[in-house]
């Protein structure tokens, strides 16, 4: 009989232990990473992004919160267009370090 | 010692400098580009963050002015230091010596074509704030008919690196809060919306300000940045943007598109400033002495600085550092 | 719309271009879908205006097809571009001009990321000096091939024997321009007119009569995106994109659509056709579609070529209406023919989308 006991997991990011290795190396070929404000220009402007869950803003978040096979998966949608790059407020070479993260 | 005190620019720095150095006992000469003083807050309607007459207070600082000398239509056509201090030869040819020289030259507003893809000057709906503050100042403005629905873009030309200018400009957030309570009180059935980044509301009863839109004006207040503007078949504009605490991209068509642009600094000023030795900073303004203690001094001697020309400020900020500065000038001829 | 505005920002984005004597590479897809567009463009170039424009036998895909499906590294791409520099200088040119948007876009960033960091460029010279044997000299000019028709628009008007209007109205045709995304959304400076309102294809639509159409999602991309495409999983994004382009400029009843990249006009193309399986929906007047046509196909429209000649009846969407508008005379019975008269052979005629 279920009488419905159980232990819900944990719903925190765990911060003390997220494998930054990823986002530390992509820091130091593309220091430009962490200027990021979300300001969501890049992904409003995504053409994958119209018809998918694309959002470069979260993949910069993803990594930093150990998703990394999340963002890897995300980023299989991009198109490689460039519109991110040329709308990004903060100069952030999108295009160049999507491609350095599936490298 | 009564002195001759040269005051470049004619707006709220400029006058409020000259006001206060005329109380001190010294001769403010204020020199003007334009048919008249007021500067950039002359064309403003209401004052944030509590909908002041900007008349009111450009009218009271016209008045304390009385009695300074102000040369209309003017501007510094040379200037070089001597050993009493500086001469400047005026474009009408006049000379002035002076003990001391005050850059109160303040900003041009961000030239809102730059931003392409917001499509001002290309698409008939799509306005600027200053174009906004005489809107409400007149009644006029054939662009506005009647809007059904209206927006706000944040940070046009600021902390915006493919224009080349890094810095927030301060007070934008402020101005479009009080722009969009504004259109709905003219136009009370209008949807308003405003696309942020961040809302920066650093000054006593902005926040307020920031409540009331919401809970009395039903602004609604909407993270993301426009990244593109169209125009549909009616003239209508299409604008994308994403909602990014829904975490969607988003699109709307919208009767109004209010570009907040930013402040840079006023260029006009460039070879004067050239010959004073000032340099600019980072952002392309003046470069101030200190940040802390020295926010009216240049690297130069008998050179200072007040206002929007070293920064982006309000226009309390901004009366602040004129008075400041005139105290700054006045020990500066005392201690010489 | 302001017009004056579009035409401030036209002013501040031109570039100087060299007239003559280029080095011409071929799209790697293009000629599979459209077999009369470089044909007729180097036809247009050498033997109506007089130029030249040399082509190597031994050139080869640019990679950048593999490189934006994600199946090379950005070094091989870029070793196969070296490669075809090499073989303009051998063939001693200077001006570089390629068919191909993405190619355009491969070379552009190329040659950006080279100037950036100059030991990569250090690297693929000893790439290619290992797995060739060549050198190479970059361009002293690099060129999209629409480019040079813009360029030439004026003259290609003069020796026009059509217009884009519509004869039996008198009306300028509605045209729809469709730009490729790596023309300029990358290096906005590279384009004519830039990113936001290019001119490179209004240039043309101008010059020779028509009337551009402006619609909302003029920007968006028509949805092929290489890896959109390939993967079978993700097609269904690359089809809902094109919808969405057409969806928005319907109600403007645009006649023609052009476009200067290789992927573009296919899927602006073929798409109509699946959307009118699926959805029963025809964006063309009376069941037909709007034909989507490569720049080049334009041109020689406008000049007076065979429309079969121009190879196009590898449209999906019939070409005939916009031959009736622009009173381009036309033998129906000739289209099926290959250039010596010999049949190719009729294909099957959906039910859903006119095709004749």
Redesign the interface.
């Known amino acids: 009989m279920d009488f419905g006991f159980c232990l819900s997991p944990s719903s925190h990011v765990k911060m003390d232990s997220v494998d930054l290795t990823t986002f530390n190396s992509l820091k130091e070929t593309n220091p430009d990473i962490n200027t990021c404000?979300?300001?969501?220009?890049?992904?409003?402007?995504?053409?994958?992004?119209?018809?998918?869950e694309m959002?470069f803003?979260?993949i910069l978040l993803m990594l930093q919160r150990g998703k990394e096979e999340q963002a890897k998966k995300m980023i299989?949608?991009?198109?490689?267009?460039?519109?991110c790059?040329?709308?990004?407020?903060?100069?952030i070479n999108i295009?160049k370090i999507l491609?350095d993260i599936?490298? | 010692m009564k002195e001759n005190i040269l005051i470049i620019g004619g707006g709220a720095a400029g006058m409020e400098a000259a006001t206060q150095l005329q109380k001190l006992g010294q001769t403010p000469i204020i020199i003007e580009k334009s048919n008249a003083l007021g500067g950039h807050v002359a064309q403003w309607d209401r004052l944030f963050p509590a909908f002041h007459p900007a008349k009111d207070v450009v009218e009271q600082m016209l008045a304390n002015v009385k009695g300074v000398d102000v040369r209309m239509n003017t501007e510094v056509a040379d200037i070089q230091r001597n050993e009493n201090g500086f001469k400047a030869v005026l474009s009408d040819n006049t000379t002035i010596d002076a003990k001391a020289v005050v850059l109160a030259t303040g900003f041009d507003l961000f030239n809102a074509e730059r931003k392409q893809e917001y499509g001002y000057g290309i698409y008939n709906n799509v306005i600027t704030s200053l174009e906004l503050e005489k809107f409400f100042r007149t009644g006029k403005d054939e662009r506005i008919n009647n809007p059904k629905k209206i927006g706000f873009v944040h940070c046009v030309g600021a902390r915006d690196v493919k224009v080349c200018n890094t810095y927030c400009s301060k007070v934008c957030c402020t101005t479009a809060l009080k722009q969009a309570c504004e259109m709905k009180e003219v136009f009370p059935d209008a949807e308003v919306y405003t696309f942020y980044m961040d809302l920066r509301m650093f000054g006593p009863g902005y926040e307020d300000l920031y409540l009331r839109t919401q809970k009395d004006f039903d602004v609604k207040c909407v993270r993301g940045r426009v990244c593109e503007v169209s125009e549909d078949m009616d003239g209508r504009l299409v604008i994308k943007a994403e909602d990014t605490l829904f975490g969607k991209p988003l699109k709307m068509t919208l009767d109004l598109l209010v570009l907040m642009c930013s402040m840079e600094k006023n260029k006009s000023i460039d070879a004067i400033q050239q010959k004073l030795g000032v340099a600019n900073n980072s952002d392309g303004f003046m470069q101030i002495k200190d940040t802390y203690l020295g926010m009216n001094d240049t690297a130069k001697d008998g050179v200072f600085v007040a206002g929007t020309c070293t920064a982006p400020k309000s226009l309390p900020d901004t009366i602040a550092e004129a008075r400041s500065v005139a105290v700054e000038v006045f020990n500066y001829i005392n201690n010489r | 719309m302001i017009i004056e505005g579009k035409q401030k920002i036209w002013a501040d984005y031109q570039k100087d271009i060299p007239d003559d004597h280029y080095f011409y590479v071929r799209s790697c897809i293009r000629q599979a879908f459209w077999p009369g567009s470089e044909v007729t463009f180097l036809d247009i170039t050498r033997n109506k205006l007089g130029k030249d424009f040399y082509e190597n036998p031994y050139h080869t895909t640019c990679g950048g097809i593999a490189y934006h499906s994600d199946t090379i590294p950005q070094e091989t791409a870029m070793t196969i571009i070296a490669r075809q520099f090499a073989l303009m200088k051998e063939s001693g040119y200077e001006n570089y001009v390629c068919s191909c948007i993405t190619s355009f876009g491969c070379y552009t960033e190329t040659l950006e990321t080279w100037h950036e960091y100059p030991e990569l460029e250090a690297k693929i010279r000893q790439y290619l000096w290992d797995s060739c044997k060549k050198e190479f000299v970059k361009p002293k000019y690099l060129a999209h091939a629409s480019d040079l028709i813009y360029k030439f628009r004026f003259e290609i008007a003069k020796q026009a024997k059509f217009k884009l209007v519509n004869v039996k109205t008198g009306k300028p045709l509605k045209v729809v321009e469709h730009i490729g995304c790596h023309y300029s959304k990358m290096f906005p400076s590279k384009g004519f007119g830039g990113a936001e309102y290019p001119h490179v294809l209004v240039g043309m639509i101008e010059a020779w009569g028509g009337e551009v159409v402006d619609y909302p999602e003029r920007r968006h991309c028509c949805g092929f995106g290489f890896r959109q495409y390939f993967v079978q999983a993700n097609r269904g994004y690359s089809e809902s994109n094109t919808h969405k382009k057409f969806e928005s400029m319907e109600p403007y009843e645009p006649d023609l659509i052009i476009t200067n990249c290789p992927g573009c006009p296919y899927f602006l193309d073929r798409w109509q056709y699946v959307i009118a399986e699926q959805t029963g929906k025809t964006y063309g007047k009376n069941g037909y579609g709007i034909p989507a046509l490569t720049y080049e196909e334009v041109a020689g429209l406008v000049m007076g070529y065979d429309p079969w000649d121009l190879g196009l009846q590898m449209h999906q969407v019939a070409i005939e209406p916009l031959l009736e508008k622009m009173g381009i005379p036309y033998d129906p019975k000739k289209k099926y023919q290959g250039v010596n008269g010999k049949d190719l052979g009729q294909p099957m005629c959906p039910s859903c989308i006119k095709s004749v």
């Open positions: 404000i979300a300001c969501g220009s890049c992904t409003a402007t995504c053409t994958a992004g119209n018809f998918t959002s803003r979260r299989q949608k991009c198109m490689l267009c460039g519109k790059t040329l709308v990004c407020p903060r100069g295009r491609l599936t490298r």
